[in-house]
């Protein structure tokens, strides 16, 4: 007999038994529900024979790992049918992802929408098959000699990458299909229930442009065909909120095939993108930061000082200037660190917390470039606290309750990631060691919950991710943490201590906004291009019913401009409907109709965006109400 824990109750089982009897004998609920499990915090396929005293942890499609085995298990029937459908297609990669999966295959046709139908319906055939997934494990030469016989090129690549370890080589077959995976999957293709293919796009193979391009085909899969519907409703939704056709049509940002990945902002956009930035100084005024700003280009030196050159230059632009390699920085830090350097300090200096807008650019491939939320040059709200060791924790706190009240003033919800060392890190354990436990006790003592994400920390240092939700339930990570013990060192940062020797001081990289251009991208979208109206580029459009009420039009919003709002007057020989129609295309906030009874009493009939017909007001009551909305940054 053998002792296995199920949260926190032990329970005994004979020597041998599977994930899946054990599920079964404590439902038949949890065993319809099932996915895949956790031995000992390890995931493992529900069919794993138990043979020791463990832990066990039965994971569903409520759970992240559930999801996951959900979704690679997808992700192997569609391989299955696009190889019944196409034989001789080469498979590279099909992994589960954050929303469903993709699978990257090397096919001699393009695919259009209607092959994906075809593959669709052939997915269903298999899921109708029910077949088991059955793991099975060959050593190196005898894994390449199968895929020699399947003509699995990119397979035999990857097998060639571990072939030199010695170990054996984990495989899944269903069917006639094999594929190299190392789990966990669902027990058979029949638990998948409700399936839809989304897109197909093209990738390079191992994300190099200079290796083939594949065609990935994306999908989704839940246990209840109500689940997927609900999906595929918010994609429809999503596809209205598209900030890049809503930018284009509100007149807010482009982006010009002379500059792939360069945003241009148009008049609106630059409002806009002004009045975050406002906002950014007014809260950081008030939080006691400095701010500076650093030059673009710098020099090699630097670059390889910070560590940058050994270990980002992939990502970097650079340029030869009198004989010099120089580089367009990819991030603030590096300049403030000379900033820090321009003046001796002292402990009572600290701490020092320095922002900076400053406008970075990171090489993007082509295919990754998406609008505003991913380009190749945007404007970071960066900061960096330089402080002692006792003044970490406060710090840390500090910066999350920045970070919590600017997520507050826009709505958002949003959770925590800790980040922890990665393989390619600069520094000693020690300090990696002392800078996550520094970060994990600050949030912990604030009563936040987190999660963490194991080895994605910077290369300098660990940090808190912080990821926000909007209206459709998207996430998108934005401000973050960064605690760094490497670049003072590394910089020889100095002050000097109540004791009179020299110290080294602890920094904070952190950013709150993550990058003006991409918070505008989510905005639009969250808000679906109907900005509250203290970020809406024309709050108010006066509307002449003819070209009579033209002079008291103009009147009228020249009142409402000295007030501080931001107007428009509709002076166009159109119809009266179709210029509310227009305005209301604009999301305008608010729209006022003026005619020959307006301009009579004074007054202007209101129309609200959210509400509709209003009514009439006299026009300083109608702009004390309109400039107090705009102050408290009120979100409608």
């Not at 009179?500 to 251009?517: L, N, Q, Y």
């Not at 107007?567 to 295309?585: C, M, P, S, T």
């Not at 017909?613 to 009551?621: N, Q």
Request: glycine share 8%; aromatic share 10%; net charge negative.
């Amino acid at each position: 007999m053998i002792k296995v824990m199920l949260k926190g109750d032990a329970k005994e089982f004979e020597a041998g038994v599977t994930a899946a009897e054990i599920a079964k004998s404590i439902g038949a609920g949890l065993y319809k529900a099932a996915c895949a499990c956790k031995i000992d915090g390890e995931a493992a396929d529900l069919r794993t024979p138990l043979t020791k005293d463990c832990e066990l942890e039965i994971l569903t499609f409520d759970s992240a790992e559930g999801k996951h085995a959900y979704w690679h298990t997808t992700a192997h029937i569609m391989a299955q049918a696009i190889g019944r459908l196409y034989p001789g297609a080469k498979f590279a990669i099909g992994p589960a992802i954050e929303n469903g999966f993709y699978y990257d295959v090397d096919l001699e046709q393009t695919l259009t929408p209607d092959d994906l139908v075809k593959i669709e319906a052939e997915m269903k055939k298999i899921i109708k098959e029910d077949l088991p997934l059955e793991r099975f494990e060959l050593s190196p030469e005898d894994a390449v000699k199968l895929m020699e016989e399947k003509k699995q090129d990119y397979k035999l690549e990857l097998i060639a990458e571990h072939s030199g370890k010695g170990e054996k080589i984990s495989f899944y077959q269903q069917g006639e299909y094999i594929d190299l995976c190392a789990g966990p999957h669902l027990m058979s293709t029949g638990h998948v229930k409700a399936v839809k293919l989304t897109n197909c796009t093209g990738a390079y193979w191992r994300a190099d442009a200079n290796n083939k391009m594949l065609q990935r085909v994306y999908g989704i899969s839940f246990p209840k065909a109500a689940d997927l519907e609900a999906y595929v409703t918010m994609l429809e939704e999503a596809k209205k909120r598209d900030h890049r056709k809503l930018g284009r049509d509100l007149e807010l940002f482009t982006i010009m095939d002379e500059g792939p990945g360069f945003p241009f902002f148009l008049p609106k956009g630059m409002i806009l993108k002004n009045l975050l930035i406002d906002y950014w100084r007014e809260i950081h005024r008030k939080a006691g930061y400095q701010e500076i700003s650093t030059p673009m280009i710098l020099n090699r030196s630097l670059w390889e000082r910070s560590g940058h050159w050994d270990h980002y230059k992939q990502n970097m632009y650079t340029t030869v200037i009198d004989d010099q390699d120089f580089a367009i920085k990819p991030m603030n830090c590096p300049g403030g660190m000379l900033v820090y350097k321009t003046k001796l300090h002292s402990y009572r200096d600290l701490p020092l917390r320095v922002g900076e807008l400053g406008l970075v650019h990171r090489h993007e491939l082509s295919g990754a470039l998406h609008g505003l939320m991913r380009v190749r040059c945007f404007t970071q709200d960066d900061a960096h606290i330089f402080m002692t060791k006792e003044q970490i924790k406060d710090e840390i706190k500090g910066v999350v309750n920045l970070i919590d009240s600017v997520y507050k003033t826009f709505g958002f919800q949003y959770h925590i990631e800790l980040s922890t060392m990665p393989e390619d890190h600069m520094g000693a354990q020690e300090d990696w060691d002392n800078a996550t436990e520094a970060l994990r006790n600050a949030i912990t003592e604030l009563g936040y919950d987190y999660e963490v994400n194991e080895g994605d920390g910077a290369f300098y240092g660990p940090k808190l991710d912080f990821h926000l939700t909007d209206c459709l339930g998207r996430t998108w990570q934005c401000g973050t943490i960064q605690l760094d013990f490497q670049l003072p060192e590394r910089f020889e940062l100095e002050y000097t201590g109540e004791d009179g020797a020299k110290h080294r001081p602890i920094m904070i990289h952190r950013v709150v906004f993550g990058s003006i251009e991409r918070f505008i991208g989510i905005l639009t979208e969250h808000f679906a291009g109907a900005f509250p109206l203290w970020l809406s580029p024309v709050q108010v459009k006066v509307l002449p019913i003819s070209e009579r009420h033209h002079e008291y039009a103009q009147k009228v919003a020249a009142e409402l401009e000295a007030a501080g709002l931001r107007v428009e007057a509709d002076l166009r020989n159109e119809k009266i409907g179709y210029k509310i129609r227009e305005a209301q295309l604009q999301k305008t906030p608010y729209m006022l109709v003026v005619g020959d009874k307006e301009a009579e009493t004074g007054t202007v009939s209101v129309r609200s965006r959210k509400d509709g017909d209003i009514g009439a007001m006299a026009v300083a009551d109608f702009a004390a109400k309109a400039v107090e909305q705009d102050k408290s940054r009120a979100m409608d």
